[in-house]
């Protein structure tokens, strides 16, 4: 069924003069435009908009995309100069030009503009141009993948109605095939298209599975048989041994063209799997695109018009909040399904395909099977519970970004409400500071982080607290109001339905009053995660935060209701950051000038010089900025912060909130139903159902998936608004958002420091320790048949009040009558604490640098000993040292043996003992295999050998020997592993000049001889061993950082002895350690004495109100007396002649008498009259 939609944009005419562009762009364009209209928008940057001014916009439609295309071309330049030449003039120079051409002062610019000759410089807008077809059809006609639809075809001559059928919710079942290959390949080379072959294609649709073989390449026929790696993910293989390569890839298209799958699933297969299958059918005389439809498109994406392509990484990168390090298919399977994948090197396939087929197979087929199901379980559900909001297909909603996501939901919406989308956001370049400096850069102060202590805290080992008193004080006296808040806020529940109130209240208060009156105290720890749930969400809905609610004066001098006493301007502060030039305004210009007569670089080597006009706008402002400062200031940027205030209007249309509100409360809802599963399956358990179990796991996972899903995309419209090109912009709204969160945060902290010790601050929560008398949780009874019971949280209720009372917004506004344009304002505030844990144990990593913490690096577990969070270490990360993460994952499992601190250093040092053994004796008893794959670093490179130029590291002095002995093909594209390790020689050489790569210890032993003797600069060389060749103190002192960070240096700051001795402590710490432990060591100043301050002593004499003016008269003896002692106050006494004393006397008296008491009273009155 084909139904026709035309593709059209808007543009803004002078005002009044729609109906003279109008019919001028219908005469010019005849043939091109189908139909020209006048429709008035809802346009957010039009003055005064709110009490219901709409603007006229011509809607141009069009028969054709490509019609579209060539018009918008030519009126695009047009736009773009009268957009400029608007910018230019004022209201005077307008005015001016009136009178000159002859017209009255006061005439309108109706007038004015009628004037004008030709009517292309009347179109001073032109919106809406750049939406896609696909997009603006599925947006105006609500049309999206994933529901169910009515169509009723009415013939050729009328376009079908199509119906959404919203009864209709049960998902169908989509024909789905997930295939992966296996190629041939040269030793220590990437398979190449155009001389290696596929040896096998495994491929399984809706649970089914098949191999195909190429017997040219594999040894023996393959029988049936199975792979099923758990119970739940079965893997029944069925196999086709094919004689030939053109076989096998004749029977794959022949097998996907016979089942006709709607979705085609792959696991990098954009940039491996489908151009590799391409470039060998069409070796073979077989075009893939005329066979299934599939071809690469301009992203470089492979694509069919009737099938999904989905290609699992991009869910992986995007969503699956997998850590870097993790994101390939067999680190994805293991952590999302639970199971290890068969693992194969790469450089023994070739082998294998000959000497052990069945294993070559198994190993195939693991990989269709994992990228199987990793899609059913977690891709599919997550696409369409998209695709049934997001106007997009498929293939777009997994491999685009979350900020084009949350655009396109903002388009959505902003379309429903009759708003004209805005254009997106173009680059200013040569912006100017308000003291004529050129902005290099502008942004603002992001989220507070800070790492505030360092070692290990373990639920059940006893640790210090320092408290404060008055805290508990404070605490106690709020208790009722916190508890309050807490059920009737969070809870939704009435007071008058509690049961036990006071009861709970007086409890809280004996563990407070308790806690008050030992303030200081060695207990057992309660480690807690506080943090906000979707903070910055929260705060955009909050403070009813969007990017067109940033108004200033002027706009709201334009309002009406901008009247005394309108509380419908909220201001809130935010922290701007500039880089702005060196150079002032005058060297600018001058520098401009200079430029314009100087010539630059062609684009190509044979073309000729260019001038500065020539230039890219880009290209220009990089030549004004820099390259001048560099040499005139030695800089070439300056930095200043400085905090703004902006005002955030809170009666303007709320279609951003609103998206923002819905996509929230979505989440929310699969955060409530993995809840609901998660107590299922505790029941499931406890009954023994296995079938049951299963299912309720499967579905816990499901909505755990969705959640974090959409909790990707939900804080995407934060950052949204701050990237390049987004239509809907405001560095003021991230700035804003960001300074809330980090003022949040900070407060909390200050209330934790009095009652127990934080230990991390994240951008939006704060790890800490609490006392273990501290209260927890308290069970609230009510006669609500609903929640009879419901669980209180104390350390969360008590920060949430904090926040109710600091960062509600009082003057949130919501329409309630369109027509009369009557607002209702209400109080609003949707900021609450979460409580996480406890957990039994944290352990911090401590800097190697004096006075500095390590930011974001944590491990965390749970009571149960299963790791909770893991955060910024090595093991998570691409590349690094497999050493390092070796040593880091068995050693943080250590941290939970033993009962005091001693001891549980003692534990971890052993794991430390052991690698460091394993170092100083040149791995003596391990195999060389194991000992490559210990010492190994791995790292891409991510871009092309070529252009990283003069710039020296070890992954390109390793890219640059690979394509010594391997050939340059080897580095032509971007993306290169580069493995290497570290050699001793050449001795003094730098650590990047002594990368060797690994794969010249696979090579033949005359090639492995040539170049190694040529890298590490020794002729001679006879000893070719690996141990012989590395350079062993450089991994020992590898490690020995690592161990410093993670164990040594906290234990110093926990006050335990170094548990490991062979790695000193750096010379600032040994430094401290000797000072803190030396009996002799003189008491400073400052510890037996305190500064009190400067005071001011005037004449020698105590001012009123000091303790000395205090000391009583003799008259006075055994009265009350102060109870603070009198200060000793000392006066230096200098001789001065007398009169000189008697002059600064006179001085003083002068000052503090009035001129009566100097002079006398005045004469009396005469009698002459």
């Known amino acids: 069924?084909?139904?026709?939609?035309?593709?059209?944009?808007?543009?803004?005419?002078?005002?009044?003069?729609?109906?003279?562009?109008?019919?001028?762009?219908?005469?010019k364009f005849q043939g091109k435009i189908a139909k020209l209209e006048t429709v008035p928008k809802e346009d957010l940057d039009l003055p005064n908009h709110l009490v219901g001014l709409k603007r006229n916009y011509i809607k141009l439609s069009f028969n054709t995309v490509d019609d579209l295309v060539k018009v918008r071309k030519e009126i695009s330049p047009a736009v773009r100069k009268n957009r400029e030449r608007d910018q230019a003039s004022d209201v005077y120079t307008a005015m001016l030009s009136s009178a000159l051409s002859g017209g009255s002062l006061s005439m309108d610019e109706e007038g004015a503009s009628r004037k004008v000759a030709n009517q292309m410089d009347n179109i001073v807008d032109m919106r809406e141009y750049d939406v896609p077809y696909h997009i603006r059809l599925s947006i105006d006609l609500k049309i999206h993948v994933a529901h169910w639809y009515n169509v009723r075809y009415r013939g050729s001559t009328f376009p079908p109605e199509i119906t959404r059928r919203d009864d209709l919710v049960e998902r169908p079942d989509p024909v789905v095939l997930a295939f992966d290959i296996e190629t041939t390949k040269l030793p220590l080379k990437f398979p190449d298209a155009e001389t290696d072959q596929i040896m096998m294609i495994s491929y399984m649709i809706d649970g089914q599975g098949y191999l195909i073989t190429n017997r040219e390449i594999v040894s023996e026929d393959i029988e049936d048989f199975e792979f099923t790696p758990k119970p739940e993910y079965e893997g029944p293989f069925c196999v086709f041994n094919e004689p030939d390569e053109a076989h096998l890839i004749q029977r794959w298209f022949e097998h996907v063209q016979e089942t006709k799958p709607t979705i085609i699933v792959t696991y990098n297969g954009d940039f491996f799997d489908w151009p590799f299958v391409e470039a060998r059918a069409a070796a073979h005389g077989m075009n893939m695109y005329q066979e299934i439809g599939f071809q690469k498109d301009s992203q470089g994406e492979y694509k069919a018009s009737q099938c999904i392509h989905m290609d699992c990484l991009r869910w992986v990168k995007r969503d699956s909040y997998l850590p870097v390090g993790s994101h390939n298919l067999?680190?994805?399977?293991?952590?999302?399904?639970?199971?290890?994948?068969?693992?194969?090197?790469?450089?023994?396939?070739?082998?294998?395909?000959?000497?052990?087929?069945?294993?070559?197979?198994?190993?195939?087929?693991?990989?269709?099977?994992?990228?199987?199901?990793?899609?059913?379980?977690?891709?599919?559900?997550?696409?369409?519970?998209?695709?049934?909001?997001?106007?997009?297909?498929?293939?777009?909603?997994?491999?685009?970004?979350?900020?084009?996501?949350?655009?396109?939901?903002?388009?959505?919406?902003?379309?429903?409400?009759?708003?004209?989308?805005?254009?997106?956001?173009?680059?200013?370049?040569?912006?100017?500071?308000?003291?004529?400096?050129?902005?290099?850069?502008?942004?603002?102060?992001g989220g507070h982080v800070e790492a505030l202590e360092s070692g290990v805290f373990r639920s059940d080992i006893p640790c210090r607290f320092k408290m404060n008193p008055a805290a508990f004080d404070f605490l106690v006296q709020h208790v009722e109001k916190t508890l309050q808040h807490a059920i009737e806020e969070e809870e939704g529940l009435p007071l008058d339905q509690v049961t036990n109130f006071q009861e709970v209240c007086d409890e809280i208060k004996v563990k407070l009053n308790s806690l008050k009156d030992v303030p200081n105290r060695i207990e057992c720890p309660l480690i807690y995660h506080l943090d906000v749930g979707a903070m910055y969400p929260n705060i955009i809905l909050t403070n009813r935060l969007q990017p067109s609610a940033i108004v200033d004066e002027a706009t709201c001098a334009a309002c009406d209701f901008n009247k005394p006493g309108a509380n419908c301007q909220r201001r809130m502060t935010w922290q701007w950051r500039g880089e702005f030039m060196p150079a002032s305004r005058s060297e600018y210009h001058r520098i401009q000038q200079q430029l314009e007569s100087e010539k630059f670089p062609p684009l190509s080597p044979e073309g000729a010089p260019r001038a500065f006009y020539e230039l890219s706008r880009e290209e220009q402002a990089k030549y004004e900025k820099k390259h001048y400062c560099r040499k005139a200031y030695k800089k070439i940027h300056v930095t200043k912060v400085e905090e703004r205030v902006t005002t955030i209007c809170q009666r303007e249309n709320s279609f951003y909130v609103d998206t923002v509100r819905a996509f929230r409360d979505r989440r929310y809802e699969f955060k409530g139903l993995h809840k609901v599963w998660k107590k299922k399956l505790s029941a499931a358990l406890e009954t023994g159902d296995a079938s049951e179990v299963k299912r309720c796991k499967n579905m816990e996972i499901l909505y755990d998936s969705l959640q974090l899903a959409h909790?990707?995309?939900?804080?995407?419209?934060?950052?949204?608004?701050?990237?390049?090109?987004?239509?809907?912009?405001?560095?003021?709204?991230?700035?804003?958002?960001?300074?809330?969160?980090?003022?949040?945060?900070?407060?909390?902290?200050e209330l934790i420091e009095q009652i127990g010790r934080p230990l991390e601050l994240d951008t939006d929560g704060i790890w800490c320790v609490l006392p273990n008398s501290f209260p927890e949780n308290f069970v609230i009874k009510s006669t609500n048949a609903k929640k009879p019971k419901v669980t209180i949280s104390y350390p969360g209720a008590m920060l949430n009040i904090l926040v109710k009372e600091g960062f509600t917004n009082d003057q949130y506004q919501e329409l309630q009558d369109p027509a009369s344009l009557t607002y209702v304002t209400r109080s609003e505030n949707s900021i609450f604490f979460e409580v996480d844990g406890p957990y039994l144990a944290m352990i911090l990593p401590a800097s190697k640098e004096e006075g500095k913490k390590l930011k974001k690096r944590y491990a965390v577990?749970?009571?149960?000993?299963?790791?909770?969070?893991?955060?910024?270490?090595e093991v998570k990360r691409r590349g690094e040292l497999q050493l390092v993460k070796i040593f880091q994952s068995s050693v943080f499992e250590a941290f939970l043996k033993g009962s005091t601190l001693e001891e549980v250093y003692a534990s971890v040092a052993k794991v430390a003992d052991y690698w460091l053994d394993v170092l100083y004796s040149k791995a003596a008893n391990m195999p060389d295999s194991e000992l490559f794959e210990?010492?190994?670093?791995?790292?891409?490179?991510?871009?092309?050998?070529?252009?990283?130029?003069?710039?020296?590291?070890?992954?390109?002095?390793?890219?640059?020997?690979?394509?010594?002995?391997?050939?340059?093909?080897?580095?032509?594209?971007?993306g290169l592993s580069c493995r290497f390790i570290i050699s001793k020689?050449?001795?003094?050489?730098?650590?990047t000049e002594r990368a060797i790569p690994l794969a010249i210890f696979q090579a033949e032993p005359s090639v492995r001889k040539h170049y190694l003797r040529k890298w590490l600069k020794s002729p001679s060389l006879q000893d070719f061993n690996i141990r012989a060749i590395l350079d062993w103190d450089y991994y020992i002192e590898r490690l020995g950082s690592t161990i410093q960070k993670i164990i040594t240096i906290p234990a110093a700051l926990q006050q335990v002895k170094n548990p490991v001795p062979r790695v000193r402590h750096p010379d600032w710490l040994h430094k401290k350690l000797l000072e803190k432990n030396d009996v002799y060591k003189q008491k400073k100043i400052n510890e037996l004495f305190t500064s009190e301050g400067k005071r001011q002593v005037l004449a020698n004499q105590p001012p009123e109100g000091t303790p000395s003016s205090q000391i009583g008269d003799i008259e006075d003896f055994g009265a009350a007396r102060s109870l603070q002692p009198p200060v000793p106050i000392t006066n230096k006494r200098k001789r001065v002649p007398a009169a000189e004393e008697s002059q600064q006397l006179s001085q003083y008296l002068e000052l503090s008498q009035s001129w009566r008491e100097i002079l006398g009273p005045p004469p009396p009155l005469g009698t002459t009259k």
């Open 1 to 27: 069924v084909a139904l026709p939609y035309k593709p059209y944009f808007y543009i803004a005419t002078q005002k009044g003069c729609e109906r003279e562009v109008s019919a001028f762009l219908s005469k």
């Open 330 to 445: 067999k680190a994805a399977a293991k952590a999302k399904l639970g199971y290890d994948p068969v693992e194969l090197d790469p450089e023994e396939m070739c082998r294998m395909a000959t000497e052990e087929p069945q294993t070559l197979a198994t190993y195939s087929v693991s990989d269709a099977v994992a990228t199987y199901y990793m899609y059913m379980k977690y891709v599919h559900p997550f696409i369409f519970a998209l695709c049934t909001i997001i106007p997009m297909e498929p293939d777009e909603v997994l491999r685009k970004g979350s900020g084009t996501l949350c655009e396109a939901l903002l388009m959505v919406q902003a379309y429903h409400a009759n708003i004209i989308f805005p254009n997106k956001q173009e680059q200013e370049f040569n912006k100017l500071t308000e003291d004529g400096h050129v902005l290099d850069l502008e942004t603002y102060v």
């Open 711 to 749: 909790k990707c995309i939900l804080n995407s419209f934060y950052g949204y608004v701050m990237r390049k090109g987004a239509r809907w912009y405001s560095m003021e709204m991230a700035g804003i958002v960001c300074f809330t969160g980090a003022n949040i945060i900070t407060q909390a902290r």
């Open 861 to 873: 577990f749970n009571e149960d000993g299963s790791l909770a969070e893991l955060k910024g270490f």
């Open 934 to 974: 210990l010492i190994s670093e791995n790292r891409s490179m991510s871009r092309k050998l070529e252009d990283y130029g003069e710039q020296k590291s070890t992954s390109i002095s390793t890219a640059k020997r690979l394509a010594e002995f391997l050939g340059d093909q080897m580095v032509k594209d971007a």
């Open 985 to 991: 020689k050449p001795e003094g050489s730098p650590v």
